[in-house]
């Protein structure tokens, strides 16, 4: 069974919860940001923290970095959203134009779309030959592995939903004035392709999935779901990140 058809759509949140769940994981993410930043707490700097997400067009990567970021400083992180390579950044290796945002020791990045492109837009759309795509699945492990040896946290995330629930987002995008310029005809095309884009998906979470940068898959069918899942999701791993690199996790604050 393929890991994209083991998602279940079908969870979802009410209101009530959804903010009950965000308030609790914005305090406890805040209060894990300045620990590692070196604002609070005795330790000192700690390690780097860089999270990616990939998903469908229309999947609701931007409400949920907006979500898990509402709360932290904007000095203290950075994001960065990423579109089709430049004439010039064509010309360097794949992996460059990537590079001059990741995070220092005690820093935050959040990548809105990333080195993936390599094996899912590129590879589909013809941007890149089959011999530079296969051969960035090693290049990516590489990249990543050198990271997490550096002391970075990553999280890595790929935000499923539907064919239908997409068509659904499209439409209702098309609709709304203020909201129709995120919709392109280069999304429409690619629906027709989703066949394709699915088996690209499936190749990347095999081949790139390790121990050291884990893919989570988040159902986004539901788009409360899919915000506190991606919160409650970071704070995991960063706990996680913290305590393999031997940095103290303060324990939880008392709820405002």
Same mark, same amino acid.
Request: aromatic share 10%; proline share 4%; charged share 35%.
């Given at each position: 069974?393929?890991?994209?058809?083991?998602?279940?759509?079908?969870?979802?949140?009410?209101?009530?919860?959804?903010?009950?769940?965000?308030?609790?994981?914005?305090?406890?993410?805040?209060?894990? &940001?300045?620990?590692?930043?070196?604002?609070?707490?005795?330790?000192?700097?700690?390690? %780097? /923290?860089?999270?990616?997400?990939?998903?469908?067009?229309? #999947?609701?990567?931007?409400?949920?970095?907006?979500?898990?970021?509402?709360?932290?400083?904007?000095?203290?992180?950075? /994001? /960065?959203?990423?579109?089709?390579?430049?004439?010039?950044?064509?010309?360097?290796?794949?992996?460059?134009?990537?590079?001059?945002?990741?995070?220092?020791?005690? =820093?935050? %990045? +959040? $990548?809105?779309? #990333?080195?993936?492109? &390599?094996?899912? @837009?590129?590879?589909?759309?013809?941007?890149?030959?089959?011999?530079?795509?296969?051969?960035? $699945?090693?290049?990516?492990?590489?990249?990543?592995?050198?990271?997490?040896?550096?002391?970075?946290?990553?999280?890595?995330?790929?935000?499923?939903?539907?064919?239908?629930?997409?068509?659904?987002?499209?439409?209702? &995008?098309?609709?709304?004035?203020?909201?129709?310029?995120?919709?392109?005809?280069?999304?429409?095309?690619? &629906?027709?392709?989703?066949?394709?884009?699915?088996?690209?998906?499936?190749?990347?979470?095999?081949?790139?999935?390790?121990?050291?940068?884990?893919?989570? /898959? +988040?159902?986004?069918?539901?788009?409360?779901?899919?915000?506190?899942?991606?919160?409650?999701?970071?704070?995991?791993?960063?706990?996680? =990140?913290?305590?393999?690199?031997?940095?103290? @996790?303060?324990?939880?604050?008392?709820?405002?």
């Amino acid at each position: 069974m393929s890991r994209l058809s083991e998602v279940d759509l079908s969870q979802s949140l009410s209101g009530k919860e959804e903010r009950k769940r965000l308030a609790a994981a914005q305090q406890r993410l805040a209060q894990l &940001r300045l620990t590692i930043g070196g604002q609070i707490g005795e330790q000192g700097i700690g390690p %780097a /923290v860089c999270i990616i997400f990939e998903g469908w067009d229309a #999947s609701g990567k931007g409400g949920a970095i907006k979500r898990l970021i509402a709360e932290l400083d904007s000095r203290h992180l950075r /994001v /960065v959203e990423f579109q089709a390579p430049t004439a010039d950044e064509k010309r360097h290796q794949f992996l460059w134009r990537f590079w001059r945002f990741l995070p220092g020791r005690g =820093g935050m %990045a +959040i $990548y809105d779309r #990333s080195w993936y492109g &390599r094996v899912l @837009v590129e590879r589909v759309e013809g941007f890149a030959a089959r011999e530079e795509w296969m051969r960035a $699945y090693d290049e990516i492990n590489a990249f990543e592995q050198s990271m997490v040896d550096d002391h970075t946290i990553l999280v890595k995330f790929w935000l499923q939903i539907s064919d239908d629930e997409q068509l659904r987002r499209f439409e209702r &995008r098309a609709r709304l004035p203020l909201k129709a310029w995120k919709l392109t005809d280069e999304d429409w095309r690619n &629906r027709e392709k989703r066949a394709e884009y699915e088996l690209a998906i499936e190749d990347m979470l095999a081949r790139t999935d390790r121990l050291h940068a884990p893919w989570d /898959v +988040i159902p986004a069918e539901s788009k409360r779901f899919a915000r506190v899942s991606v919160i409650e999701t970071v704070i995991r791993r960063i706990e996680e =990140g913290m305590e393999r690199f031997g940095f103290p @996790v303060p324990e939880p604050l008392e709820k405002d």
